[in-house]
Every structure is written in C-alpha cells, then in structure tokens.
C-alpha cells in the first residue's frame, strides 16, 4: 500500500440564521410578532382617527365662534346719513384692540380703505372683491407678524345703503394648532404605552400558553436520552385538554416504535443465527478440496458470513442518547489499552488528546464499536505511532459535535481506494486478518447519530480517520 496526498474536508451542517431570525421563524416568535403588528395597526388607526376627530372638534368650535363674532360686527354695523360706513359700538372683546393679538375684523367697499381693527396695526387683509359670495365660508389666510389666520368672511348688503360690504372676521391659529399639537402628543404617548403594556402581556400569554409545548419538548428530550420511556406529563393530568389527546398518540407512536425496533432486531439476529450453522457445515464441507466447484462454493458462503456478521453486528447498533452522556477519554483510554494487548509485540506509541468532561451523546457500546474499530485498524497498520485528537464543536452547528481524528504512521491508503474501504468486506490487503466490516461498520453508526466519517492523509504519514459524532 502507498500513501498519497489530499486530504477530504470534513464539514457539518451549520446554521447561518442569526438569533432573531430563528425567533421569528419559531411558534412564539409569529404569534407576538402577529399580535404586536395587528395591535400596532390598530392603535395607530385609533390614534389617527382620534387626532382627526379633535382636529375636526377644535377648529369647529373656532369658526362657531367666528361666525358669532361675524354677526355680531354686522349687527352693530350702520351707514351714516352721509354715506359712510360705522359700527355704532365697539366689540366687546378687549383682543380687538391690542396690535397683533390673534383676533381681527375687517370690512371693505370696493374702491375705498377698509374699516379694520386696531388689533391689525398696518396690516390689511386680502379682501377678494373679484369673488363675491353672500354666503358664509371660512378659509386659511396671511396674518400680521408672519401669523397664520383662520377666517370667517362673507358679502353683506347693509339695508341702509345699496352697497356691497365685504365683512371678515380672523383668528390667529398657532393657539389651535398648539393645542392640536399638545393632544396629539398626549395621544400617541398614551398608545405608546398601552402598545408597550399590551406586548408585555402578549409575552406573557404566549409564554404561558406554549408551556405545555415546551413540557412536551422536555419529556421527548427525555424519551431520547433515555431518562423516560414516555411523556410523564400526560399521565399526571398537567396537560391542557386539548393537547391532552396529542400526548397520548406520541406515547402510543413511542410505544409502537420500541416494539418495532425489537421485533426487527430480534428478526435480523435470529436469521443471521440460523444461516451461521448452516454456513459453517457447507465451509467444513469444501474445506481442503481443490476443485473449482469446491473454491465457488467456499467464496460464496465465505461471503454470506461477511453479510450476517453485518447485519447481526448493524442490529446491536443502539443509536440513542445516554441521558448524562458517555464520558469520552476515559472510554478512549480504556479502547487503547485493550489494542496495544491485541497489537501483542507492537511497540505502539500512543498519543492521546482529550479535555476532561468531553462527552458523547449515545449508547456506550455504539461507541465502543466504532471508535474500536478505528483504533484497531490504525494500530494494526502503524509502524510505531498511534495519535487519537478529540475536541468538542459547537460555533455554527445546530448541536454539540465531537471530532474524533485517528491517525497513524503506516502506508496510508491512496485517494482513489479511500471510499472502496466502506464497501462491507472490501479488504486492501488480503495478508491482514479481518473481515472488512470495520469501517462500514464505522459509517453505519455514524450516520445513524447524525454524523459522519472521512478519510485522509494523516500529519503522521499513514492514514487519517476523522468522525462526527454528537456531543452532550
């Protein structure tokens, strides 16, 4: 055998979605974020629809009082004998006197200088005579001192003369509009509190209305590893009614499975136990014989051997959690120690790295088959040095791995015949005792934990062996 170069990376399914994004994607995570943007929607459209509403209320009252003051300038608004225009007494409203107070008449003849409030100073309002209307209407207009005016105005014919007098009446709006603006603020503060109140107890009611959700994620974690054979919960009545029925199909689904499991365990181990007699009478049988009959038959049972110590070895895989997890080192040490007894003459030198309280998440016995395995196979070919590197992988994965990395110092194995070596009784060297079920024994157990096995040039000079495996 030759070593050769290249080595085969060896990678896990990593999770890129952030933390939020997993958040969101959850159950939680779409009934707060439904529930807060639908209670958003519908405060805001409350709030809009109550700021209108008091707008609307507000600048009503200011033209009610508009129009009141328009009748009245025209109730005490006279025409001389001469001709000329007068108001027989003065608005009661002291602001009517005092310069750009906010509050202003105004009432004009074409042709001739408008009778207005002192309150405008030297300030005119745009009287429109181009646009005659005998009815009242209100508008926006220019005020005085950079103000903002609202205005009630319309045309009057005074009885005592046959002219048209074009009456307004004006108020500054930046009053209005500061009370507009003070409510709008109480408004949406007040929402955004009761926004901040109602999410608080959305979180609240999801939390405690996914409880019993999270109780059954708990006991399935439970039934997993081991630590129970069923979900407790349904049994000791603290599962809501309706998810009550749930739990028990879990259990029963639970239940069928185990049997299943045995019932086809059993099977495959009594089928393989019935053809191993069987076999080992045909192999006794052409043993020594030389034709070529004899050599057919002998292969062939020699390779139904190989399928049913396959099998009867695939049907003691266990493929579960442990509850606390298997301690790793101490097992590594101890598969070590039974090699080098194998190895016999061997001088190996063993190098084993491994930080304390590194545990494996599955049954023991799956793991003494597979790491055995490896460790057998690599002492079996190194020359002198055996190097076994295990460290704990969490960062990007979407659970707790272990890379275990077996090297050795032997001839390696070239590129083009690494993948041959999981091929059940595939055998580089036929000089080397063995079945050639290791390593396809290897990568039927890693693939039942979710992990897997690659082969590649190892930093010794021989052959690297590096397995993912479930961490606790």
């Not at 009517?96 to 906010?102: R, V």
């Not at 646009?131 to 926006?140: D, G, T, V, W």
């Not at 007040?190 to 059954?216: H, N």
Request: glycine fraction near 8%; aromatic fraction near 6%.
């Amino acid at each position: 055998m030759t070593q050769s170069g290249g080595d085969i990376n060896v990678t896990a399914n990593r999770e890129q979605p952030g933390s939020i994004s997993r958040f969101l994607a959850s159950l939680a995570g779409r009934l707060l974020l439904s529930a807060i943007l639908w209670s958003s929607v519908a405060l805001v459209v409350g709030g809009v629809v109550l700021s209108f509403a008091f707008r609307s209320y507000v600048l009503s009252d200011v033209d009610k009082r508009l129009e009141i003051l328009l009748d009245t300038l025209v109730g005490i608004s006279e025409v001389s004998p001469e001709g000329e225009f007068r108001l027989n007494q003065s608005l009661a409203d002291q602001r009517f006197m005092t310069p750009y107070s906010g509050w202003y008449w105004q009432v004009s003849e074409a042709g001739q200088e408008p009778e207005r409030s002192r309150s405008l100073w030297d300030f005119a309002l745009d009287p429109g005579h181009q646009n005659r209307n005998f009815s009242l209407r209100y508008s926006i207009t220019p005020g005085p001192d950079g103000q903002t005016l609202r205005q009630a105005e319309h045309d009057i014919i005074l009885p005592e003369a046959e002219r048209v007098f074009h009456y307004q009446v004006a108020t500054d709006m930046a009053e209005v509009q500061a009370a507009i603006d003070r409510f709008n603020w109480l408004l949406f503060s007040a929402l955004a509190l009761i926004l901040v109140t109602v999410s608080l107890a959305l979180v609240l009611q999801v939390s405690y209305g996914l409880r019993p959700l999270r109780q059954i994620k708990r006991d399935l974690s439970d039934v997993r590893a081991g630590r129970s054979a069923h979900l407790r919960s349904a049994d000791e009545g603290k599962m809501p009614e309706d998810l009550r029925p749930l739990v028990d199909e879990i259990n029963g689904l639970i239940n069928q499975n185990d049997k299943l499991v045995d019932r086809a365990r059993t099977h495959v181990g009594n089928l393989a136990h019935a053809l191993k007699t069987p076999l080992s009478i045909i192999q006794n049988e052409v043993d020594g014989k030389s034709d070529k009959g004899a050599e057919l038959i002998a292969r062939q049972a020699k390779d139904i051997r190989v399928h049913v110590d396959h099998h009867l070895k695939r049907a003691r895989i266990a493929g579960g959690g442990t509850g606390p997890g298997l301690e790793v080192k101490t097992r590594v040490e101890k598969l070590v120690k039974a090699v080098k007894v194998i190895a016999g003459d061997k001088k190996l030198q063993t190098n084993i790295e491994c930080l304390e309280g590194v545990s494996f998440d599955g049954e023991k016995q799956d793991f003494d088959e597979l790491l055995g395995n490896i460790i057998e196979n690599a002492a079996k070919w190194a020359e002198s040095k055996l190097s076994i590197n295990i460290i704990r992988l969490e960062e990007g994965l979407r659970r707790p791995m272990l890379e275990i990395k077996v090297e050795d110092d032997g001839p390696g194995v070239p590129d083009e015949e690494r993948e041959a070596l999981f091929n059940r009784g595939t055998r580089l060297d036929e000089q080397v005792p063995g079945t050639g079920l290791g390593l396809a024994i290897v990568r039927d157990i890693a693939d039942m934990y979710g992990g897997s096995v690659a082969l590649s040039t190892a930093g010794l000079g021989g052959l690297a062996v590096t397995i993912l495996l479930p961490a606790k």
